[in-house]
């Protein structure tokens, strides 16, 4: 099936184009970017007009920052494709709801994606924890935005999300894993004196779990979560990559390039089946805690 992506910046080139490279479903046909090229792609500066010239490609992936990506997913589901998000899938919860309706009314395939899900140890994590009782459970999840996020402006942009950008990863595990959803109880945004996004958070959900979320991290980079159950202790290290029970390794991968070619799988399954997945779960607790969250002004921030 042909492709085309949008977006020719970090993240497609880092996993979008190896993972596309590697896939028996897929063929990358095309790019838009006003930047960005693929050696031997077509490529086109606008959606539109790549729309238009190739009626052939049934398929977009949109690897733009949230905000830009709504009016893209509009006119690539209006034209009739099959439309894979990246994450977080909008900058609002409202605009996602009307691409789902919109993708359903055109009759194609819209796919919100969460690229933490696929790490490896999360279906395992998942199924361990299937009928167990939450005692409590922290999130730490603290990188560097100079190294992951390059000079991306818009990450500190109002709707660029912030330190939520990488804690929504967090959260999309939390959400698929849980034997029962939790609630945000609490939350603390630490927003740097000239931006409009937060650089570090701390939260509180049910079931005693706590998150903390930092850019501002260097040296080792940390993305862990750990649960106490009624049995014993879970941990997921490596952004749900490698689990330990009861404090020793049982399985997983030191590596996370296995998300992106088990997200084309799973958008060629939906396009096959006529289906959508759409989970706005993880959007909500990072919204909630922008709603009710406690805002500190902290030092200003340069790249
Ligand atoms: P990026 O390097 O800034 O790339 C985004 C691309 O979108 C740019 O190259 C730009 O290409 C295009 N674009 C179109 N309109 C834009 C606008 N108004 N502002 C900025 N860029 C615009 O960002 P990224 O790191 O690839 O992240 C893109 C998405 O992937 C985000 O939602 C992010 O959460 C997600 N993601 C990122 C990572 C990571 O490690 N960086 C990991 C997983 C997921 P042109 O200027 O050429 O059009």
């Not at 990246?86 to 605009?95: N, W, Y």
Request: proline fraction near 6%; aromatic fraction near 8%.
């Amino acid at each position: 099936m042909k492709l085309a992506l949008v977006g020719i910046g970090k993240i497609a080139r880092d996993q979008h184009v190896p993972a596309l490279a590697g896939s028996p479903d897929w063929e990358l046909a095309a790019t838009v970017s006003r930047s960005g090229k693929v050696e031997k792609v077509q490529d086109f500066l606008r959606i539109e007009d790549m729309l238009q010239a190739r009626p052939d490609i049934e398929t977009v992936s949109l690897c733009l920052p949230p905000v830009p990506r709504f009016a893209a997913a509009e006119a690539a589901i209006r034209a009739g494709r099959h439309v894979m998000l990246e994450k977080p899938p909008g900058a609002t919860l409202s605009e996602v709801h009307e691409l789902k309706r919109l993708a359903e009314r055109q009759g194609v395939s819209l796919f919100a994606t969460w690229h933490s899900r696929m790490a490896e140890a999360v279906a395992p994590a998942k199924s361990h924890l299937s009928g167990q009782r939450i005692l409590g459970g922290r999130i730490t999840w603290r990188e560097d935005v100079r190294k992951w996020h390059p000079g991306q402006e818009w990450i500190f942009n109002a709707g660029g999300m912030g330190v939520f950008d990488p804690g929504i990863n967090a959260l999309s595990i939390l959400t698929e894993i849980l034997p029962d959803p939790v609630h945000l109880a609490w939350a603390e945004l630490d927003f740097p004196k000239n931006r409009q996004a937060p650089i570090a958070a701390r939260l509180a959900f049910s079931s005693n779990i706590e998150a903390d979320f930092d850019f501002r991290q260097e040296g080792p980079q940390t993305w862990d979560m750990e649960f106490e159950t009624g049995t014993g202790t879970l941990a997921l290290r490596m952004g749900g990559n490698v689990l330990e029970i009861d404090g020793a390794r049982v399985g997983g991968a030191d590596s996370i390039m296995g998300e992106y070619p088990a997200l084309y799988a799973r958008m060629a399954g939906l396009v096959r089946d006529g289906a959508s997945d759409v989970d706005l779960s993880p959007m909500v607790l990072a919204a909630d805690a922008f709603t009710l969250g406690r805002r500190n002004s902290v030092e200003p921030f340069e790249f």
